[in-house]
């Protein structure tokens, strides 16, 4: 792999710095550490001279600081072991890469992760169970907007049984194979305000599921779900809702926003009836 096709986006945890005035160094020198692994593995170092470990690495060629934020160009295969020493790492965005293989485990080393965003790659196998040991990607009485974005790629497989117990603040699992229940995702207690795993194959009973009153996004369509939905749905403050083309059946509650959402939120189903559906 050479270095002009590294292309990541990372941004690792620097509030330490963040109190100090915009003149301090911005870069963790831990984090500074592993980028210049990352260059050396890459068995080609000359081609960005400007990696000087003299240097803030957030002035580094290819590496931006927005804040916390450090990007770089152009990198595509399997995600690279690297990453786990990125200790500080709370973002990392690695989207539109063409990243091949599984989402590998070693990711829920990252104990400092709360943004995870794999969308539009493709990787493939079941999602590791790894990553529901992540704290800040999901653990409850966490307070950030915690996200796991892996949309758009060729995941397979089930959930892994340990989401039941992970509170993420916005899932999106839409555009891949995935299967079996989803509902493990949803849940009485989780604040989650958003979860979109359309275009799947997922398989549950609607009616079993329960929900929280954070949800304020759903998007479910192109799966095999099945059941009704339950009248608590209407006791939602739901800003979208999407369960067209499963199984579903019954009739449309009555009440909250249910009515308010066009027709097509509900249509291709099995026996679905109510408004905005007209029979
Ligand atoms: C990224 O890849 C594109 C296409 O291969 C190339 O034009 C561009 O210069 C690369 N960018 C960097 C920073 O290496
Ligand atoms: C995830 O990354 C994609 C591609 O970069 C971007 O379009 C999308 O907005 C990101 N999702 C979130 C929730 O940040
Ligand atoms: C990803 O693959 C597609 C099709 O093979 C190609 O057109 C595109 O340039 C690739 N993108 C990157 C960032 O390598
Ligand atoms: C970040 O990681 C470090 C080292 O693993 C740990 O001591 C610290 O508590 C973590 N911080 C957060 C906010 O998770
Ligand atoms: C919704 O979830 C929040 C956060 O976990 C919790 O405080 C609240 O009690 C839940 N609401 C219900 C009706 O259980
Ligand atoms: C929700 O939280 C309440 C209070 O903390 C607890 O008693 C209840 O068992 C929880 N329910 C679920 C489904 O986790
Ligand atoms: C719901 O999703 C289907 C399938 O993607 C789409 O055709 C329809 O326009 C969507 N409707 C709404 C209200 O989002």
Redesign the pocket.
Known sequence: MSLARLLLLVLPLLSFFLLRPASAILCHPEDKEVLLCIKFSLDSPYLLPSWDPDTDCCYWYGLKCHRKTHRLSNFTGPIPESFTKLKYLNFL?L??LNLTGPIPSFLGQLKNLTYL?L??NKLTGSIPDSLSTIPGLGYKNSNNNL?L?LSHNSLSGELPASFVGVDFG?L?LSRNRLQGDASLVFGRNKSTYYIDISRNQFEFDLSKVDFNESLTTLDMNHNKIYGSISKAVAGLELQFLNVSYNRLCGEIPVGGRLQSFDYTAYFHNRCFCGAPLDS
């Open positions: 965005r989207s539109w965003n969308s539009f996200y974005i916005k999106d």
